[in-house]
């Protein structure tokens, strides 16, 4: 399964993935039978719908008016300073409503629900991040919405399952295998294979079967596309370098995507390191697992010799996944995205440093990003650009944090 | 002749319809799994499908979920599984058995090493849960290289046009899918399986396997009847959940609820 990354025609890149789903040998669509009608009257309609001005004017509408887009892109000086080398831009996701990109992606596939008549929504969440935004909308759009979350997340992630709750939605803690966002993943699937008349299934990561990895990317697009507007307002060029952090991958795809075929701008996706990459401990398919199959879908996973789905480990609920969307694979296979990892240290230096010197709490996820951005803008010129993609708030982390700074509130 | 395509001929010759039951390979322990499936055998089944755990068993429902659990507890992969096979063959060369399982564990050995060794152990099947036709066309051609039959899925949501495409792509039997579920799902509807595998036999000479939702010898004399073959998983697996340390009692619970599935099918 090796991929010649040599001439890889950029544009041909964008238009992937093929009809069947396929980004080169990853994506696809692997789940049993009964969600194949699903999967394919899902993929219809999306397609229509992408091509009806109508519903992309509703799109856009609830994005600036509901969501508050477009986000800002702030030059945080001070950050810069500490760096000592390129400037460094922050693509502020935190300050959509419901304090992180998902709710980009749960609005455009609540619309999608909405023209299916389906009255029920479902959805897996890690940090609770997605759980929320689809709590959000289904509370706006009078759906039923049921929220899957491993049972150690919906423990370290307390704020968010009340706020969930309070949204009006039903959080249930999935208890089998390792009781994490592939757990809740797995039990989405099976409520999903059992209510597929009723129920839509709101998937939050760039990943699982065609066609979420290609939908959720078309609705986080608009990270990358705004981001290269507002650096053609602020500095008259695009950026050097755009840094995200990568569980399964959505708001790095929305960030990279609209990017892809700007040769000049290198791309850096930031994965949960946790204990470091020489051990097990981490959440590092891209860069240390193997091509399998997963969700749905065939791409990187962390697995064991006989493939056997491997526990993960982030400080990060959000990263705490063993795969990654397939579009992440591909990219990484013809080298136009370097991908990287930062360790649960690192994470949390960077969370305490832009908390205290910029005033921005980013979330442990983001935190990645911004620790391996800093790292990065240390070795380039101070003419040089740096964006971060700052995915989320980090409010639903303070007690995660105390707890390791051996505080208890 | 593959044992597949023997079995229903010699059932179709007696009149009788299949009784395939499902345990998962290493399940409560690798050491047992070779007696449980003589067990069956002697109890009544037809065929053998033979799970091969795996770790998120995203199309199963709790009871085979603990299941694999239980096997993995042992390592049990899918070589070992294989190796099963090969030790049931040295006192069985006539049952079939057939693989049924995810695809990453296929995936990772790879399909050609998987196919070849597969044919090697004297398996005569294989249904990947994950892998519907449009993704198999590589791995079909290894199973097909070595006289190995894919069996896919049906199920009550598939449309006209995907049951045809099924069909083509499907050898040895096919699987309906009586519920909307995972494995281990209520009670099914007996007059809208028949409806549906009406549906289907007008597509394919095939022969009809029913499965999810068959638990006693009453719900297996019904499917039996509009039906080639009945499949039972879970309430075969419950036997092995409750008796975990009881090997005794293991192989007399699967043998009594095996003797009643066979005698009510058979009457």
Known sequence: MSIDNTNVDLKAVTELPTETGHFGPYGGRFVSETLMAALDDLTELYERLSKDPAFQAEYDKDLAHYVGRPSPLYFAERLTEKAGGAKIYLKREDLNHTGAHKVNNTIGQALLAKYTGKPKVIAETGAGQH??????????????????????????????????????????????????????????????VTNVDDTFYIIGTAAGPHPYPKLVRDFQSIIGRETKRQSMELEGRLPDAVVACVGGGSNAIGMFYPFIEDEAVAMYGVEAGGHGLDGDDHAAPLCKGKPGVLHG????????????????????????????????????????????????DEALEAFHTLTEIEGIMPALESSHAVAYGMKLAAGMDKDQIVVINLSGRGDKDIHTVASLDGIEI | MNRVDQCFADLKAAGKKALIPYITGGDPKPNLTVELMHTLVESGADIIELGVPFSDPMADGPTIQLACERALAHNTSLKDILGMVKEFRETNT??????????????????????????????????????????????????????????????????????????????????????????????????????????????????????????????????????????????????????????????????????????????
């Not at chain 2, 419950?238 to 009457?267: F, G, H, T, Y």
């Open chain 1, 131 to 192: 759980g929320v935004a689809t709590a959000t909308v289904a509370a706006r759009l009078g759906l039923q919405c049921t929220v899957f979350m491993g049972k150690t997340d919906v423990e370290r992630q307390k704020l968010n399952v009340y706020r969930m709750r309070l949204l009006g939605a039903e959080v249930v803690p999935v208890t089998s295998g390792t009781a994490t966002l592939k757990d809740a993943m797995n039990e989405a699937m099976r409520h999903w």
């Open chain 1, 297 to 344: 879908n065939r791409t990187y996973l962390m697995e064991d010799e006989n493939g056997q789905i491997m526990g993960t480990h982030s400080v990060s609920a959000g990263l705490d996944y063993p795969g990654v969307g397939p579009e992440h694979a591909y990219l990484k296979d013809i080298g136009r995205v370097n991908y990287v990892a930062a360790t649960d």
């Open chain 2, 94 to 267: 006539k049952t079939p058995v057939v693989l049924m399982g995810y695809l990453n564990p296929v995936e990772v050995m790879g399909y050609e090493t998987f196919a070849n060794l597969a044919k090697a152990s004297g398996l005569d099947g294989v249904l990947v849960v994950d892998m519907p036709p449009e993704e198999s066309q590589e791995l079909a051609g290894y199973l097909k290289e070595n006289d190995l039959k894919m069996i896919f899925l049906m199920a009550p949501t598939t449309p006209d046009a995907r049951a045809k495409t099924i069909c083509e792509h499907g050898s040895g039997y096919l699987y309906y899918v009586s519920v909307k579920g995972v494995t281990g799902s209520a009670a099914l509807d007996v007059a809208d399986v028949k409806a549906n595998l009406d549906r289907i036999r007008e597509k394919t000479d095939l022969p009809l396997g029913v499965g999810f939702g068959i638990k006693d010898g009453q719900t297996a004399a019904a499917v039996a009847k509009v039906s080639d073959a009945v499949i039972v998983g879970s309430a075969l697996v419950r036997c092995i959940e409750e008796n975990e340390n009881a090997p005794e009692v293991i192989k007399q619970k699967l043998s009594s609820l095996m003797k009643e599935m066979r005698e009510a099918m058979d009457a």
